[in-house]
């Protein structure tokens, strides 16, 4: 990796990021309808409460009581139970698909295109979550497989701060949500022009 990650504003949080691939996969998956550091400090609450990380002990949980580790106070999300669901599912491909080895999909000498469709295979994942996580891998994990750049879109230029992928502290931080609050102001704007 390239540098330390800064996602959470926490250092264990962040450290557990940095070191567990599948910890980073599962905090964006996370990553939607709250905010980001906490999203990405899902993974910490949940190694905190089952004495680790790992994608095969997680697939393997029970549901009903991984459910309720994850609506413990404080919860992972503010919908914990839906959420629980959908860290096992990608958990369980994860097994099922990559030996219980995140990291596989991107580690394979795979290009950014490929990278990108296999995320997008992914239980959670969409066009724009796997191409901000692939921007995410290339622009802080170290992981820049041949045109990741191209494939991640608009988020994998240089020097933007659209998304997670850009944040590398507070003040970066603090731009990525004032280029969202901007953004969804103009989509505001564009769909009321229409009505």
């Known amino acids: 990796m390239t540098s330390k990650l800064c996602l959470v504003q926490d250092s264990a949080a962040d450290a557990l990021l940095e070191e567990n691939p599948f910890a980073l ?22 190694a905190d409460r089952i004495g680790g990380f790992d ?18 106070t404080p919860a992972i999300h503010r919908f914990p139970g839906s959420m629980a669901a959908r860290v096992q599912a990608l958990a369980k491909v994860i097994v099922d698909e990559y030996d219980g080895n995140a990291a596989a999909l991107w580690s ?3 290009d950014g295109k490929d990278v990108l469709r296999r995320l997008k295979a992914l239980p959670g994942f969409g066009e724009q979550k796997a191409k901000i996580f692939l921007a995410l891998l290339g622009k802080q994990y170290g992981v820049t497989p041949k045109g990741w750049r191209t494939a991640a879109g608009d988020y994998g230029k240089a020097g933007t701060h659209m998304s997670v992928a850009d944040v590398t502290g507070p003040g970066s931080l603090q731009k990525v949500r004032t280029y969202k609050k901007e953004a969804k102001a103009a989509a505001k704007q564009a769909k009321a022009a229409k009505a």
């Open 25 to 46: 996969l599962v905090g964006m998956l996370l990553d939607q309808q709250i905010a980001m550091e906490v999203a990405f400090g899902g993974p910490k609450k949940i």
């Open 55 to 72: 994608a095969a002990t997680i697939a393997d949980y029970d549901p009903e009581k991984f459910a309720a580790l994850c609506a413990q």
């Open 108 to 110: 394979d000498g795979a």
